[in-house]
C-alpha cells in the first residue's frame, strides 16, 4: 500500500481492529430467536453502540425495528455546511451451520494462514470495524471532512425488512448525500471493486398434504400419495435440463456486461467438485448477476437414520428465488407461488407463504461519489484501478433508500470476497483487505468532501 498518513495510521490501528472484531464475533447475533438468545443479538447492538459513543457520535440510539429486532443509530456532526455520509453495516449473522466442520469454532476470532476466521468476521461485523477504522483514520489526520450517520442493522440475514420499515416511518434519519453500504465485496482479493447491482429475493415456504397421516409403506405404498414424493416432484420442476431456473412466467435470459468471472475460477471459488458441471447457460456473470436463481434451503423429511417403512402424508421445504435488477420481487414471489401450487401432482393440496422478501438493486456509476472512490481505491489499491461487478446476493435495504432519498449517491464496497466464504462454515476475513478498505473508505470520505 502507497505510504501516506492515512494508510499508517490504520495500519497502527489493526491491533485494536483484531481485538474489536474478537469482541464483536464472539455473540452469537443470529437474528433467529427461536433457535438463538436474544441476550446475544441485543449485546453486538449495544457493543456497537457504545463503540459510536466512544467516537464521539451523537444521538446513539438502539432502534426496535418491526420485525422484533434493534438496528442501532449515530451521527457524528462535521464541519458545518458539510455534506453527509451514511454509513451502513449489520452486526447479526447468518447460522454456523455445523460447528463440527469448522476447524476453529465459529464465535471464536481465530487467525490462521493470515485469516481470521469466525462467523460474521466479513459478513458483516468486519464491515462495522471497517467504518470505524476509517473514521479514527480521519480524525488523527486533520479530522472528520463530512457529517457522518452510520446504521448498524440487526436482521439483514433474515430478510424480514424491520430496518426498511422503520426507514420508511422515519424517512428523515437516514437521509444523507451520498451512503455507503460496507456490505458487499472485492471481485477477489486485491482486486479494488464497487458492486454496481444486487439481486433482489424472495423466500417461499411450501407445504403439500396427502394423507390423514402416515402410513406403512409395504401396505398402502403404491397406491397411497407420498407428500414427500409430491414435494419433490414440484422442486425438480424449478429447474430446466441444464439446472437454469425454469419459473412459469419469469424470463432468463439477461446478460452481464460488466466484469466478467472466469468459469475456471469460478469453479475454484465455489470448490466444484471434479467432474462436476456447472448449471444454467451463458457466461457465469450472466447467471449469478443477471438471472433469476432458485435454491431449496431446506426440506422438513425424516432423515436417514431412524426412518420408519412410511409413506409420508405430509412435507414441506423452504425456496430462495433470487431475481435480477429489472424484475419485481413482489411479482416473482406471485409468479414462484403459482408455479409451486401448478406443479403439484395428484391434486395434493398445497399452500404457499411468503416469509421474506427484498427488491433487486442497480446503482447510478455516473455520479460523483464514484469518481471521489475510485480515486481512493486507487491510492488504497497502489494503483490499481477500481472495477465494477455484481452481486448475486440481496440487501434489501439498498432499494428502499434509493426510494426514500432518490437524489443520494449509493455505493457498495465489503470484504465479502470469495475467499470470504460467507454463510458457509469456515467464514474468515482478510485482513489486508480490511486495512485497505478502510483506508479507501478514509480517502473516499476526504475526496468526497473536496469535490
Not at 441476550?39 to 418491526?66: H, K, M
Not at 463530512?146 to 440475514?157: D, L, R, T
Not at 457465469?284 to 443477471?290: F, N, P, Y
Not at 432423515?303 to 402424508?313: E, I, K, L, N, R
Amino acid at each position: 500500500m502507497s505510504s501516506n498518513p492515512v494508510a499508517e495510521t490504520v495500519a497502527s490501528l489493526m491491533p485494536r481492529a483484531k481485538a474489536e472484531l474478537t469482541e464483536l464475533v464472539a455473540f452469537k447475533s443470529v437474528a433467529d430467536f427461536d433457535q438463538f438468545p436474544r441476550s446475544e443479538s441485543e449485546g453486538a447492538a449495544n457493543w456497537v453502540a457504545q463503540a459510536l459513543r466512544t467516537e464521539g457520535f451523537q444521538d446513539v440510539a438502539l432502534l426496535d425495528t418491526p420485525d422484533g429486532t434493534q438496528s442501532v443509530y449515530g451521527f457524528l456532526p462535521g464541519p458545518e455546511g458539510a455534506k453527509t455520509v451514511l454509513l451502513y453495516a449489520h452486526y447479526d449473522v447468518q447460522p454456523p451451520l455445523d460447528e463440527t466442520a469448522w476447524v476453529t469454532p465459529p464465535f471464536e476470532l481465530t487467525e490462521r494462514e493470515g485469516r481470521w476466521y469466525g462467523r460474521g468476521a466479513a459478513d458483516c461485523k468486519g464491515g462495522v470495524i471497517m467504518h470505524l477504522l476509517a473514521l479514527r483514520a480521519l480524525k488523527a489526520n486533520g479530522g472528520v471532512p463530512v457529517n457522518v450517520k452510520v446504521i448498524a442493522e440487526g436482521s439483514e440475514e433474515q430478510g424480514t425488512g424491520g430496518l426498511e420499515r422503520y426507514a420508511e416511518d422515519h424517512p428523515d434519519l437516514l437521509t444523507a448525500d451520498t451512503i455507503v453500504i460496507g456490505d458487499a465485496g472485492n471481485f477477489r482479493v486485491g482486486v479494488p471493486t464497487v458492486t454496481t447491482a444486487l439481486r433482489g429475493m424472495t423466500l417461499v415456504r411450501v407445504r403439500i398434504d396427502t394423507l390423514g397421516g402416515n402410513l406403512h409403506s409395504g401396505q398402502f405404498g403404491g397406491a397411497a400419495p407420498d407428500a414427500l414424493a409430491a414435494l419433490i416432484r414440484v422442486l425438480d420442476s424449478l429447474r430446466a435440463e441444464d439446472g437454469s431456473t425454469t419459473v412459469d412466467g419469469l424470463t432468463g435470459e439477461a446478460r452481464w456486461d460488466g466484469l466478467q468471472y472466469e468459469e475456471g475460477q469460478f469453479r475454484e471459488d465455489a470448490k466444484v467438485l471434479e467432474g462436476v458441471e456447472l448449471i444454467g447457460s451463458g457466461t457465469v456473470a450472466d447467471r449469478i448477476w443477471a438471472r433469476p436463481a432458485v435454491t431449496v434451503l431446506g426440506i422438513d423429511c425424516p432423515p436417514v437414520v431412524g426412518a420408519t417403512p412410511s409413506v409420508q402424508a405430509g412435507a414441506r421445504a423452504l425456496v430462495s428465488l433470487r431475481v435480477p435488477p429489472g424484475v419485481d420481487a413482489a411479482e416473482a414471489t406471485k409468479l414462484l407461488q403459482a408455479h409451486l401450487e401448478a406443479h403439484t401432482p395428484w391434486g395434493a393440496r398445497v399452500s404457499t407463504e411468503q416469509i421474506g422478501q427484498g427488491q433487486a438493486f442497480r446503482a447510478d456509476t455516473s455520479s460523483p461519489a464514484y469518481a471521489a472512490m475510485a480515486e481512493a481505491m486507487r491510492v488504497a489499491y497502489d494503483g490499481a484501478d477500481m472495477q465494477y461487478a455484481g452481486q448475486g446476493g440481496s440487501i434489501p435495504l439498498c432499494n428502499t433508500l434509493a426510494s426514500l432519498y432518490p437524489s443520494a449517491e449509493i455505493l457498495l464496497i465489503g470484504l465479502s470476497e470469495p475467499e470470504a466464504q460467507i454463510h458457509a462454515v469456515n467464514e474468515s476475513v482478510s485482513p489486508e483487505e480490511l486495512e485497505r478498505l478502510s483506508v479507501a473508505e478514509a480517502l473516499f470520505l476526504r475526496n468526497y468532501a473536496a469535490g
